[in-house]
């Protein structure tokens, strides 16, 4: 059977039939100098024969030394490059009067060497024959190749990053770079046919392994270069096709170093802060370096006087305050303790508002006071833009303090202690847990991390990571989000530091959100009968607070009166401001308040006779 594209034969890299003519060719030359010139003519021919004949299968001439079939099949091209430099060493010998057979077979190897680049020529063996894949010009970075199976890899080393769950059946490539890395009792991993090993045995001998993690993110027509025996580097660099000073593919221009952000369509996901970014920023960082001690201070104190380990961090303005009070309220109704809770309002509205629900705060004017205390109305507006600080701001100054946290948004509920489950000594170990946002956008590469519920294990680098995460507000700007500026660093950091991320991919029960409650209708419907493992619920993937407020409504999970909705502590109770828990009993449902508002988003009853908000949308029920 006729080796694969591209193989060749290791068999046939033994038989070296021009040995015999160019041992021919300098005995030639030592009995008499005049006939060198035609022994070489005649000598091409028959190693030109001889290869044609090893290719026939014949045996028994066998050199490691001189020119091979390849360089013997050039001095009979067309071009005869080769042949005229062959003739021009023999020429330049006889001139001489000097004939070593050593000195001129070297002097071969090495114009063979300098013309061709490559073998393509199968050469014979004395003994037997054995395909191989890879060329001899390729074993300076890759000496075999085994198959793993992705799912077994990706579950035997914990890659971090969430799997996709619909690979079965589908492989992973592992290139070795040198024959000791091979597995123990693989003699051959350069045949045609790829081993397919266990990821244990395939890994058991590598001291390093180093993972790159590839798709095609759209039908574009992508390849994958691996270039060895150059300096290393730890980053992807990407090209395409396009118009140097315009943005988008287009097949017709040479490859660009394009930046990972660029979509095929054109749509820059990646830009540069603009100046006006970088000076907003620059104001707020310089306003908290200013006061970084003193903050820094005052919140040891606090969190000192909570008697906790692990902080449980919220941040949250006036206009979303219901969220935050429905969080107490849901949770309390559940018979939590929330003494982990520390809350970061940004105005004193919500201050007054949270220490109402029982709730620790630490209110710093001096620093929040550039944040709007509107809602936000859409992702990544102006106010969006303006709470994002915050999110980054109170994580840093946490963790900055050696404590362990979990961060999380307002509009979550819990059905669980989530502290119970990041605290079980059976986690695996890792530095930052997140849940799994769902989303497959590149710009959320490679982590698709949720910004809005993880947790933080106090290290170094975690706090390396939150000071840079701190110090990049400029890019908050521009991009509209800090999520992802912080997978961003995320990947950066996991290369650079050795940071450990940890995604709690979206396929697990325990940490359902947006992605579920618009899409999984399975899942959701397992919720609203209690029958899932959910330990929380995060109303992500949701455009404003008010369809929270309503989906919350229609999942039984709103336990907020209507009365208190958008007020100020004052408009609720006459207690006064800063009474601790003054407003749970004006404000809380013991049961939850079940509204219906759509019938094709998930509710604990049916809401057939509701409209409909998405287009063409379906009943739940």
């Given at each position: ?27 030639s ?11 070489i ?104 190749l ?19 769950p619909?690979?079965?059946?589908l ?28 990821a ?49 593919l ?11 952000g ?35 201070k ?103 303090l ?84 912080l ?69 039984g ?65």
């Amino acid at each position: 059977m006729a080796p694969p594209l591209g193989a060749t034969t290791k068999s046939a890299r033994r038989f070296n039939p021009s040995t015999l003519v160019f041992i021919g060719a300098c005995s030639s030359i030592l009995s008499f100098y005049g006939g060198v010139y035609t022994g070489i003519k005649v000598g091409s021919a028959q190693c030109s024969d001889s290869v044609e004949a090893a290719g026939r299968g014949l045996k028994g001439v066998k050199s490691d030394r001189g020119c091979t079939p390849e360089c013997l099949a050039e001095i009979r091209s067309k071009d005869g490059d080769l042949q005229r430099n062959v003739e021009a060493l023999a020429r330049e010998k006889v001139n001489e009067g000097k004939s070593v057979l050593d000195r001129i077979m070297n002097k071969l190897d090495e114009l063979c060497k300098a013309h061709l680049s490559k073998e393509t020529i199968p050469k014979c063996d004395s003994n037997n024959e054995e395909t191989t894949l890879l060329p001899r010009s390729l074993t300076h970075f890759a000496t075999g190749l085994v198959r793993v199976a992705k799912d077994d890899l990706m579950s035997t080393i914990d890659f971090g990053v969430p799997p996709n769950p619909d690979t079965k059946g589908l492989d992973a490539l592992i290139v070795y770079n040198v024959k000791d890395a091979l597995p123990s009792g693989i003699s051959n991993a350069n045949s045609p046919e790829i081993p397919l090993l266990t990821a244990t045995n395939a890994t058991e001998n590598c001291d390093t392994l180093n993972v790159v993690l590839t798709n095609n993110p759209g039908p574009t027509r992508q390849c994958l270069a691996l270039v060895g025996s150059q300096y290393q580097s730890y980053h992807v660099q990407r090209y395409m096709r396009r118009d140097k000073h315009h943005s988008g593919l287009n097949s017709k221009f040479p490859l660009e170093l394009t930046s990972r952000g660029l979509t095929r369509n054109g749509k820059v996901e990646f830009p540069p802060p603009s100046p006006t970014d970088v000076l907003d920023h620059q104001e707020s960082l310089r306003t908290y370096l200013n006061n970084a001690d003193g903050i820094r201070k005052k919140l040891k104190e606090t969190i000192d006087g909570m008697g906790v380990k692990t902080v449980v961090v919220l941040t949250c303005n006036h206009g979303q305050s219901e969220l935050l009070m429905n969080f107490v309220c849901s949770s309390r109704s559940r018979g939590f303790d929330l003494k982990n809770v520390l809350v970061f309002p940004t105005d004193i509205e919500t201050k007054e508002l949270a220490e109402g629900m029982g709730l620790t705060t630490f209110y710093e004017e001096t620093i929040m006071a550039s944040i709007p205390k509107g809602e936000a109305k859409f992702y990544g507006d102006i106010i969006f833009r303006k709470v994002m600080f915050a999110k980054v701001l109170c994580v840093q100054l946490v963790n900055e303090l050696s404590h362990d946290l979990l961060f999380m948004d307002v509009d979550i509920v819990w059905y669980k202690d989530p502290l119970l489950y990041f605290e079980n000594k059976t986690l695996p170990d890792f530095d930052i847990y997140f849940q799994d946002d769902g989303s497959r956008q590149e710009r959320y590469a490679p982590y698709s991390a949720n910004s809005g519920f993880y947790y933080v294990r106090q290290n170094e680098r975690t706090k390396h990571l939150f000071r840079h995460l701190l110090y990049s507000g400029d890019l908050i700007n521009a991009w509209y989000s800090h999520q992802q500026v912080l997978i961003a660093l995320l990947a950066e950091y996991n290369s650079l530091l050795g940071l450990s991320v940890k995604i709690l991919a979206k396929e697990m029960e325990e940490f359902p959100g947006g992605v579920q409650y618009h899409r999984k209708n399975e899942a959701m419907k397992k919720i609203m009968r209690r029958d899932s493992n959910a330990i929380i619920f995060h109303m992500s993937w949701t455009t404003n607070k008010d369809n929270k407020l309503k989906f919350f409504q229609q999942m039984g999970e709103w336990h907020v009166q209507d009365k208190c909705i958008g007020k100020r502590f004052d408009e609720i109770t006459n207690e006064p401001v800063g009474t601790k828990g003054a407003l749970i009993q004006p404000c809380c449902s013991a049961e939850p308040i079940i509204k219906c508002h759509y019938k094709d988003k998930p509710s604990i009853i049916p809401c057939k006779d509701s409209p409909s908000i998405d287009r063409n949308g379906e009943s739940f029920w």
